[in-house]
């Protein structure tokens, strides 16, 4: 709580991930009656810290009811502040710093939208930001009097970041302030008093761009090799100069940095350790361009060890995903380093279906185009043996989930590119699970693999390369 007397705490004792919720006095130590079950865990608090608002989970477990509970209430009396209908979309609730504002987040894989009240009045009906369009997509970060709004509307697939009046955030009082660029995808934004802060990618690469709020004036927070990852770690203090990023690589541990957004300097906090000890200088890390069978280049990020040699007799673990626009970061994991140290070359594809080079590579790996991500692969896989890295015989690949499925199809297509292939808990029976509604998670999954009930084009396209279908 804002105070800092009491503690949201949630609990599952049967494996079910429904979560009970409980409130602790952290003054007295002890949990105070109240017991809330079938929740999504957490809750925000209200502006009074004398109640919270949560989410309640379905028979299907999805988030599909805000609550407001007042401390000392019985559950079953607790304020219904908002459900979401539609077995598609999911639901979070969240609060802005001031604690001013609480936020109802809707969303699906394709399509979000929010809703407000103050933290300070429960009894309130939620306000509608804007109104649900299949595809629109945004969220708001609070700027003191303005909300910056990161958003994909009017064709802005790569997003592009609007302000609007805390009081009155409708659509029609949205203003541009950064304009949509191809292939720069905006990720995150924060708001500071002084300054804003968004986490990008372009070029298969991430950046931190600060702007200073008063001037307009943009600057970059510069690194030194060629693949890495970045993250922004959320501010709870809004009139600050100081914000905090983490920073990694293949070869770098994880680091956490404080940016000074005025003087721009840096200063390391701290350093993931290794207890089995990493010395960064050993290891070598590359970013590669494979030139796809449509012309596109596909990243690679790259990691061997010094000593390894390139002409072609190296093992290599190449590493895939390309579903639901996630990208793999190219980030340090201890796991690669036993197999690196042993002479592994271990790569990441950064196949279409994720969102590596911007919104339309994720667009260009889903639904018609879900054949890309293969190919791609595929494409990959050829690239490191025509770049003396590995030999074909030598190449495992390796991927999980939607990534499983991936490893399905490229053993399917492609067998004789691969030496071996570990295809981890594979969603290899694509076309049979979208066929059966009755199935909790299949709905909101037909905006990515498409919807073989209603539509024939997609029945087509999924039986093309569903693994199962399709083994020879």
Same mark, same amino acid.
């Given at each position: 709580s804002a105070d800092h007397k009491k503690l949201i705490w949630a609990f599952d004792d049967k494996g079910?991930?429904?979560f009970t919720l409980r409130v602790r006095? !952290?003054?007295?130590?002890?949990? !105070?009656?109240d017991q809330i079950p079938d929740t999504g865990g957490g809750g925000v608090w209200n502006a009074g810290d004398d109640g919270f608002f949560y989410t309640r989970l379905d028979d299907n477990h999805r988030p599909s009811k805000?609550?407001?509970?007042?401390l000392g209430d019985k559950p079953e009396n607790d304020r219904l502040i908002y459900e979401e209908t539609d077995p598609g979309f999911f639901m979070d609730v969240g609060g802005t710093r001031a604690n001013d504002w609480i936020m109802i987040g809707i969303n699906d894989h394709e399509t979000s939208e929010y809703r407000l009240l103050p933290a300070d009045d429960p009894s309130a009906a939620p306000r509608l930001v804007a109104v649900r369009e299949a595809g629109l997509q945004y969220d708001l970060e609070e700027g003191g009097d303005i909300f910056f709004i990161l958003t994909n509307a009017d064709g802005a697939k790569d997003f592009k970041i609007m302000t609007a009046p805390v009081e009155n955030p409708v659509r029609a009082n949205w203003q541009e302030l950064v304009p949509h660029e191809p292939g720069r995808l905006i990720l995150s934004v924060l708001g500071f008093k002084h300054h804003m802060v968004r986490l990008e990618?372009?070029?298969?690469l991430p950046r931190i761009v600060v702007r200073e709020r008063a001037s307009g004036e943009e600057h970059f927070i510069s690194f030194d090799e060629e693949a890495f990852s970045l993250g922004l770690s959320g501010s709870y203090e809004y009139d600050t100069e100081t914000m905090r990023f983490t920073y990694s690589s293949m070869t770098t541990p994880a680091q956490v940095f404080d940016y000074n957004m005025r003087s721009r300097e840096r200063v390391l906090l701290k350093t993931q350790e290794v207890p089995s000890g990493h010395d960064p200088e050993h290891y070598v890390t590359r970013r590669l361009m494979a030139p796809a069978a449509d012309g596109e280049l596909v990243p690679i990020s790259l990691l061997y060890h010094r000593d390894t040699p390139l002409?072609?007799?190296a093992p290599c673990l190449l590493y895939g995903y390309g579903s639901y626009g996630?990208?793999?970061?190219s980030a340090f994991n201890t796991n690669c380093l036993s197999l690196v140290d042993r002479g592994f070359v271990y790569a990441i594809a950064h196949v279409r279906g994720g969102k590596d080079k911007g919104y339309g590579w994720y667009e260009d790996g889903k639904r018609a185009k879900k054949m890309n991500t293969f190919t791609d692969f595929i494409a990959c896989?050829?690239?490191?043996?025509?770049?003396?890295?590995t030999q074909h015989n030598r190449i495992v690949a390796q991927g999980g989930s939607a990534g499983g499925m991936l490893m399905g199809a490229i053993a399917n297509m492609a067998p004789e590119s691969f030496g071996g292939i570990v295809a981890e808990v594979p969603?290899?029976?694509v076309l049979t699970t979208m066929l059966d509604a009755s199935l909790p998670l299949t709905p909101p999954e037909w905006p990515e693999w498409g919807n073989p009930i209603a539509s024939a084009g997609d029945y087509k396209t999924i039986a093309a390369y569903s693994p199962y279908d399709n083994v020879a």
């Open positions: 079910s991930e429904f006095d !952290l003054a007295g130590s002890n949990d !105070l009656a805000v609550f407001f509970h007042k990618r372009k070029d298969g002409d072609g007799s996630i990208t793999v970061p896989a050829r690239h490191l043996v025509a770049e003396r890295y969603f290899v029976d």
